[in-house]
């Protein structure tokens, strides 16, 4: 039966439990490198002498750290009559009077 809404989870996982097919081989191969993965990747590319190549790993990589953004549109129709910015921001700033313009 479908989860109805309204009533109390029963059962699941709690919630922020990591995935053990994810959490099991990062404990394995850090203990065979004997230190983390991030620190193993630091190493190798401290290593990396070619500036090109460098940034190649960087990428590389970058998607597993950081989130890959969507492109956004707007549409906005927007009709303001520059007289009246103008006054408005004279009068705000006290430029001339507003009344002048």
């Known amino acids: 039966m479908a989860f109805q809404k309204g009533h109390q989870k029963i059962g699941g996982r ?3 439990t990591t995935n053990l097919d994810r959490e099991v081989p990062r404990e394995v ?11 193993e990747l ?4 401290q290593q ?3 500036p090109l190549e460098h940034a190649k790993m960087l990428r590389d990589l970058m998607p ?10 707007i549409d906005a ?5 520059a007289k009246e910015v103008v006054k ?3 009068a ?7 009344d002048k313009l």
Not at 29 to 39: A, C, W, Y
Not at 42 to 45: D, K, R, S, T
Not at 64 to 73: E, F, S, V, W
Not at 77 to 81: H, L, P, R, S, T
């Open 77 to 81: 129709n927007i009709q303001v009559e």
């Open 14 to 16: 709690k919630k922020g």
């Open 29 to 39: 191969i850090e203990r065979l490198l004997g230190r983390s993965m991030f620190e």
């Open 42 to 45: 630091l190493g190798i590319m």
């Open 48 to 50: 990396v002498r070619d």
């Open 88 to 90: 408005s921001l004279a």
């Open 64 to 73: 597993y750290c950081y989130p890959k953004l969507q492109a956004m549109t």
């Open 92 to 98: 705000k700033y006290r430029i001339v009077e507003a």
